[in-house]
């Protein structure tokens, strides 16, 4: 489905802040795979996310969704196969405008926009149904202004707008952890519930580690820009917090410094 | 003020209000700060008064629209395929401009449409020439409305509101800011070509601070009538315009120099934009008086 060969990043090359965000970066997601990622601070989990998604174009390497090759890609092109969530929950939706004509805009990806009436009957219908899925009452709330929901509403709204059309790959940028605890479970559960009925190939940055491992079906631990641990399959399923602890220090021959991380 | 006076100034407001509605699309709906409009607003002038002497007045209106949006092409293009900053965009359009409108005059200085047919010589009536800009500017208006209501108009919203969202919606915001640019600044030439036929003249200067009067009407109307919607808002800005009109010929009428439009222009929307910051430093003020007060009781 995802595949990244050899991928490299520098930002600002030759200058003294110079930073390898990524380097020669190899991974491959089959059909239906949920990847949780782990890693310190600037491991690089979130310039993949950017990779992936087009932010910025890489330095080397190749990219294919697919089968298709993304690398030189426009992020809004690629947009029509790639949903995307990110931490801050204000920046998935347009605050000044209503919850239908938010979802107006998802429900437009991959199709150019035309001039047709934005939000019809039969939107509106399905927009309903939609909501009615989250469980949070906003199906009776379709007019009100996005930027009068709570961030967990807002978020909740936003993973049904990446997903209102089924993307080929989900990107999911710890979008649970602006949200106070109740919310975060929630807003989690229902990710996994939309992302097992639709069967979405999902990557899932998170700085829970238990988390980690009770999500999806492989896990990947960064640091500095390289992978360096990979597991799936029998092996993961045994694994405890404690034994990841374990093999991140050895691997990488230092604490783990994400303090968030290590709070949790 | 009297009768004569009052009703010019409502003819004027409503024709001016169709440039308020190219500063509502530019700088309320994307959110970008346009100064293209005080070259689109001569350019359109201009057009329609060249197309006038040749004796088309109706195609020449349209012919406006068309420079208008030309010019909103062009600074969009400017500001999103060669990334300049949107005011620098904005001044490089108006600049060149200039040169365009002298070239369109035909190198005057301007143009006299006194004993041309326009749309106003045509029309009949005490309130003839009030009739025909409304229609205008109804029309427009209704567009307007049902336009922003369209998957267009939807994501042009959505562009000046959040960008970065809509671009994940895998929605070209590009070609949205076109769209919008080009939409906004052929109001503004329609505007300019229809002032051109009403006052049956053309200068070339007629455009300096064209951006600040439709900003002031823009604020004028939004402040008296708020802005809960799309077509709330739109109707708020003609009102704006008019009202704005009313005021600068209620001034002039008590006898100020006509030199000083631009200055009280330039002070009203300044007032308008830092009224609520005002208001917090004298509430604030307040508080503080009462509190060194309360120290020493």
Same mark, same amino acid.
């Given at each position: 489905m995802l595949e990244l060969k050899h991928v490299s990043k520098t930002f600002f090359p030759n200058t003294i802040n110079e930073r390898k965000a990524l380097i020669d970066l190899s991974l491959?997601?089959?059909n239906g795979d949920f990847v949780t990622i782990i890693g310190g601070n600037g491991a690089g989990k979130s310039t993949l996310f950017n990779a992936v998604?087009?932010?910025f174009l890489i330095d080397s390497g190749n990219i294919l969704l697919d089968g298709?090759?993304?690398?030189?890609?426009?992020?809004?092109?690629?947009?029509?196969?790639?949903?995307?969530?990110?931490?801050?929950?204000?920046?998935?939706?347009?605050?000044?405008m209503t919850i239908e004509e938010n979802l107006t805009?998802?429900?437009?990806?991959g199709v150019k926009s035309s001039f047709r009436l934005g939000v019809g009957k039969k939107e509106q219908q399905a927009f309903r149904d939609h909501l009615a899925e989250l469980g949070l009452g906003l199906e009776?709330?379709?007019?009100?202004?996005?930027?009068?929901?709570?961030?967990?509403?807002?978020?909740?709204?936003?993973?049904?707008?990446?997903?209102?059309?089924?993307?080929?790959?989900?990107?999911?940028?710890?979008?649970?952890?602006?949200?106070?605890?109740?919310?975060?479970?929630?807003?989690?559960l229902l990710t996994q519930k939309i992302v097992a009925k639709e069967k979405i190939t999902t990557m899932m940055i998170t700085h829970n580690m238990q988390q980690s491992l009770d999500c999806g079906n492989r896990t990947i631990m960064m640091d500095g820009g390289r992978m360096i641990l990979d597991i799936k399959g029998a092996e993961r399923s045994k694994l405890t917090v404690s034994d990841l602890l374990a093999m991140f220090k050895d691997k990488s021959k230092k604490e783990l410094d994400n303090d968030r991380m290590l709070l949790s | 003020m009297s009768m004569f006076a009052f009703q010019g100034a409502v003819e004027l407001g409503l024709i001016y209000s169709l440039l308020a509605l190219g500063l509502f699309v530019s700088y309320r709906i994307l959110d970008i700060p346009d100064l293209t409009v005080d070259s689109s607003f001569t350019l359109g002038a201009a057009v329609s008064a060249v197309f006038a002497t040749a004796g088309h007045s109706y195609l020449g209106l349209v012919m406006a629209i068309a420079a208008g949006w030309m010019a909103g092409m062009l600074t969009a293009f400017l500001q999103t395929k060669l990334q300049i900053q949107p005011i620098l965009a904005g001044i490089l359009s108006m600049t060149a401009l200039y040169s365009i409108n002298l070239r369109v005059m035909s190198g005057r200085a301007n143009i006299s449409l006194l004993g041309t047919d326009t749309l106003f010589?045509?029309?009949?009536?005490?309130?003839?020439?009030?009739?025909?800009?409304?229609? !205008?500017? +109804? $029309?427009?208006? &209704?567009?307007?409305v049902l336009f922003f209501r369209t998957q267009v108009g939807l994501c042009i919203r959505a562009t000046g509101d959040n960008e970065e969202m809509v671009r994940t919606s895998s929605i070209n915001t590009d070609r949205m800011k076109f769209i919008g640019l080009g939409l906004a600044n052929a109001l503004v030439g329609l505007s300019g070509g229809l002032i051109s036929q009403y006052q049956s003249f053309t200068d070339l200067s007629m455009g300096i601070g064209?951006?600040? !009067?439709? +900003? $002031?009407?823009? &604020?004028?109307?939004?402040?008296?009538?708020?802005?809960?919607?799309?077509?709330?808002?739109?109707?708020?800005?003609?009102?704006?315009?008019?009202?704005?009109?009313?005021?600068?010929?209620?001034?002039f009428a008590r006898g100020l120099p006509t030199n000083d439009l631009k200055l009280i222009s330039s002070v009203i929307v300044a007032l308008a934009i830092s009224y609520p910051l005002i208001i917090r430093r004298y509430r604030l003020m307040k508080l503080m008086r009462e509190a060194s007060r309360n120290v020493r009781a």
């Open positions: 491959t997601l089959e998604a087009g932010s298709q090759d993304i690398t030189f890609l426009r992020d809004y092109k690629r947009a029509r196969n790639i949903g995307r969530l990110l931490q801050d929950p204000l920046k998935g939706t347009a605050p000044n805009m998802a429900y437009q990806r009776d709330r379709m007019k009100t202004k996005m930027g009068l929901l709570s961030g967990g509403q807002r978020q909740a709204v936003t993973l049904m707008m990446a997903t209102i059309v089924t993307p080929k790959l989900l990107l999911l940028d710890e979008h649970t952890a602006a949200l106070d605890p109740a919310t975060a479970e929630k807003v989690a | 010589s045509a029309a009949t009536g005490k309130f003839g020439k009030m009739f025909a800009a409304l229609a !205008v500017v +109804l $029309a427009a208006g &209704i567009f307007l064209m951006v600040v !009067v439709g +900003l $002031a009407s823009l &604020i004028i109307g939004e402040v008296i009538f708020g802005r809960p919607n799309v077509w709330r808002n739109v109707i708020a800005v003609v009102f704006g315009a008019v009202i704005y009109r009313c005021i600068i010929a209620f001034v």
